[in-house]
């Protein structure tokens, strides 16, 4: 008995010496761009959308109008709107979260079914993936993400290399490359040549739309929900223009169904920075967050006016 216990304690020594470095390379935020969303306590605001939200909307911006606002958007594989991600969503908010501040960002991409085949939902990019599947959430170390999820060996986060990208603990993913014209100008074509595939084959869901609607239905009984669109390079808005010409009216008119604001800024398409036509460089996501921040609070000092 005294040997059965001994082998225990020595194999649980051991798993300790292995997994405390694994955990405390996961929680420094360079080995996973996921991982740290799903180990933070639920919040009262949150940032929602894709990876032009992940990296684009900076929630330090915002603190003077919520200090504990999380930026909870991953990318367009994993959190296009859905049923999946709403789910996702629903266990993050703060379940007594009354005034809490919402930013939803919206883009044609992110509504839509991407393939001929993703137009049956039960072939929904994201069904593969942890937003998916995940059964834990919100606990930290997130052991399930870790050994279901992560998709390297775990030994790899012991590895050198360059760090490009740093999940920080509010949820914000900065990206840190080079962004000289000529490199940037290479990524965007390479990134439009993606995108213009999906604009062929793709189209609108009306699952997807049907989603937004439900996400922004849920959002609003916690606090104020903003709908957001992101600013691109001039070639991504053209592209998105005639992917879907008639965006802006949806998702004005959505958002007046709910009596919310539709903030857009696609016009200032090619006057912020980006990475790769895409995604925002962190600078330019300082300013445009700053921009988001001022215009919010500008609505609720009118609102508030009105009131009085």
């Not at 834990?136 to 993400?145: F, H, Q, S, T």
């Not at 800024?265 to 962190?282: E, P, R, V």
């Amino acid at each position: 008995m005294k040997n059965f216990a001994l082998k225990v304690i020595l194999l649980l020594g051991v798993a300790a010496i292995v997994l405390v470095p694994v955990m405390w390379k996961f929680d420094t935020g360079y080995v996973d761009p996921f991982y740290t969303r799903l180990t933070t306590a639920p919040a009262p605001s949150l940032i929602i959308g894709t990876s032009r939200a992940a990296q684009g909307l900076q929630p330090q911006a915002f603190k003077s109008l919520d200090p504990e606002m999380q930026n909870f958007a991953f990318t367009l594989s994993h959190s296009p709107f859905g049923p999946a991600y709403l789910d996702l969503i629903k266990e993050k908010v703060d379940e007594d979260a009354e005034d809490g501040l919402f930013i939803v960002a919206v883009d044609p991409w992110a509504v839509s079914s991407l393939t001929k085949e993703e137009e049956n939902t039960e072939n929904f990019r994201e069904n593969a993936s942890f937003v998916s599947k995940i059964n834990l959430e919100n606990v930290n170390p997130n052991y399930e993400y870790i050994f279901r999820f992560y998709p390297k060996p775990l030994y790899s986060v012991f590895g050198g290399g360059k760090n490009e990208m740093r999940l920080h603990k509010d949820g914000w993913l900065e990206v840190n490359i080079k962004v000289d014209s000529a490199i940037v100008k290479n990524r965007t074509t390479r990134k439009l040549k993606d995108y213009e595939a999906y604009a062929r084959e793709g189209s609108l869901s009306p699952v997807r739309l049907q989603s937004l609607s439900e996400t922004i239905n849920f959002l609003d009984k916690h606090g104020e929900v903003y709908l957001v669109r992101l600013p691109t390079s001039a070639e991504f808005a053209a592209l998105e223009r005639r992917y879907s010409p008639d965006f802006d009216i949806k998702m004005r008119t959505l958002a007046a169904s709910h009596g919310v604001h539709y903030l857009n800024y696609i016009n200032a398409s090619g006057k912020y920075q980006t990475t790769d036509g895409n995604h925002l460089y962190k600078e330019a996501g300082k300013l445009l967050s700053e921009k988001v921040a001022s215009d919010i609070l500008h609505i609720k000092k009118l609102v508030s006016a009105d009131a009085g």
